[in-house]
């Protein structure tokens, strides 16, 4: 019997995101490529440190199919780094990284021109078996596929997402049959499953979309089923396991409360132990201030100084009425804020409305002006001792509006 196979499971490392924050000049990149690096750097290091045989992504590298050198250059440090440690480097393809042309190549495909040890890259369905000092496992991969590559042109998205289904049942039981029974498996796949929480990666998906049953992937010839494309960790099946690793990192606040991190996983023929590991990442704060009934600048200066804000991506959301706004003094909050964060988001506010002051619960349509504006005086406390003057003035300037309107 071979030893505990050890493996990293990661996914959507999203190299490339440059949402809230700035170039430094320092380092020469941008501040949130920077931390989507050091995140990927742990992952790594951890990797490296206990004594890890493989490290798995399971699509979406870059950020978009045309990273800039640097950011090439960034990813490639990783991966030698990993390769030099005797690490098996297996990568598929994901969404972001696939060009709509089928014949162009991907940015990470050049590892296969290079050659590193042990790094593979695949950009179309394949069985490969990895060879390590714990013995052999076989990846059964499936890159993502464009239903636009895959469909005839007029298609709607129901014929669409069946085709693909199909397709995908046909493809996977084929592999099946080409696969060593007798070694532990791994299937690695880059596709969204009906029933998982989506996270940010439902708004910033390129094309449409076609979801899947879980059986499509949970199939009891696989020990362990390593998803990427869903950015927030979850386990969608237990026999054989099939979880998204999630993200490395946060790519916009509707991941703010999701904790990041990658799959840890100790495969057997048969029998598969894994365990989600939390990474340290740059958090994202929204604080909600209602300034209705209080002033608004107060309010939010006291919401804002019991929050921990070092280091955050942060953004103010407020709820005021608008005869309020010019209280809530938006530069002075700014400037604030950015004393205490990495960086702000914006200031967001939503406007209440502030007519009830206009109107009283007395006051009806079948009431003439006269009658309205007595009933509101009546119940005004401040206004009893000039009733009649304030009277007396309405009906003039309603005498004046029926003579303006007969010269007319």
């Known amino acids: 019997m071979s030893d505990v196979i050890k493996i990293?499971?990661?996914?959507?490392?999203?190299?490339?995101?440059?949402?809230?924050?700035?170039?430094?000049?320092?380092?020469?990149?941008?501040?949130?490529?920077?931390?989507?690096?050091?995140?990927l750097d742990k992952v790594v290091d951890y990797a490296i440190e206990t004594g890890q045989h493989a490290f798995l992504i399971s699509g979406d590298i870059f950020k978009n199919r045309e990273p800039d050198v640097t950011q090439q250059r960034e990813f490639a440090k990783r991966i030698k780094k990993l390769s030099d440690a005797g690490i098996k480097v297996y990568m598929i393809i994901g969404n972001h990284d696939l060009h709509n042309s089928v014949f162009k190549a991907t940015s990470v495909e050049i590892y296969d021109v290079l050659d590193m040890p042990g790094v593979y890259v695949r950009r179309r369905a394949d069985i490969d078996v990895i060879d390590t000092s714990a013995g052999p496992f076989q990846v059964v991969a499936l890159p993502y596929m464009s239903p636009s590559n895959l469909v005839e042109e007029g298609e709607g998205i129901g014929d669409t997402a069946q085709?693909?289904?199909?397709?995908?049942?046909?493809?996977?039981?084929?592999?099946?049959?080409?696969?060593?029974?007798?070694?532990?498996?791994?299937?690695?796949?880059?596709?969204?499953?009906?029933?998982?929480?989506?996270?940010?990666?439902?708004?910033?998906?390129?094309?449409?979309?076609?979801?899947?049953?879980?059986?499509?992937?949970?199939r009891p010839e696989f020990d362990y089923v390593a998803m990427g494309h869903i950015h927030k960790h979850q386990a969608l099946y237990d026999h054989p396991a099939v979880v998204y690793s999630g993200s490395i990192d946060r790519v916009d606040f509707s991941e703010e409360k999701e904790q990041k991190g990658f799959v840890e996983v100790e495969?057997?023929?048969?029998?598969?132990?894994?365990?989600?590991?939390?990474?340290?990442?740059?958090?994202?704060?929204?604080?909600?201030?209602?300034?209705?009934?209080?002033?608004?600048?107060?309010?939010?200066?006291?919401?804002?100084?019991?929050?921990?804000?070092?280091?955050?991506?942060?953004?103010?959301?407020?709820?005021?009425?608008?005869?309020?706004?010019?209280?809530?003094?938006?530069?002075?909050?700014?400037?604030?804020?950015?004393?205490?964060?990495?960086?702000?988001?914006?200031?967001e506010k939503e406007i209440t409305s502030d007519l009830s002051h206009l109107r009283h619960p007395g006051i009806t349509e079948r009431m003439d002006v006269r009658e309205a504006v007595g009933e509101y005086i009546s119940k005004k406390g401040e206004y009893e001792d000039i009733k009649e003057d304030l009277l007396k003035v309405n009906d003039e300037l309603m005498q004046e509006l029926k003579e303006g309107e007969a010269i007319l």
Do not use: C
Not at 195 to 215: F, N, W
Not at 294 to 312: N, R, S, T, V
């Open 267 to 347: 495969l057997f023929k048969g029998d598969t132990f894994w365990r989600f590991i939390p990474l340290d990442t740059r958090p994202f704060r929204t604080i909600y201030v209602d300034g209705s009934k209080d002033d608004p600048y107060d309010k939010a200066m006291e919401k804002i100084e019991h929050e921990d804000l070092e280091g955050a991506i942060v953004k103010l959301k407020v709820k005021l009425p608008s005869h309020k706004l010019s209280a809530l003094k938006e530069p002075e909050l700014y400037k604030e804020l950015r004393r205490r964060a990495f960086y702000v988001a914006g200031i």
């Open 163 to 218: 085709y693909i289904r199909n397709s995908i049942d046909t493809l996977i039981d084929m592999l099946v049959k080409r696969m060593d029974k007798t070694l532990p498996t791994i299937f690695m796949s880059h596709f969204s499953i009906i029933g998982a929480v989506p996270g940010s990666e439902k708004a910033i998906m390129l094309g449409r979309e076609v979801t899947l049953p879980v059986s499509t992937f949970a």
């Open 8 to 39: 990293i499971h990661t996914a959507d490392l999203h190299i490339g995101v440059q949402n809230y924050g700035r170039l430094d000049s320092k380092i020469g990149m941008h501040t949130r490529i920077a931390d989507f690096l050091k995140s």
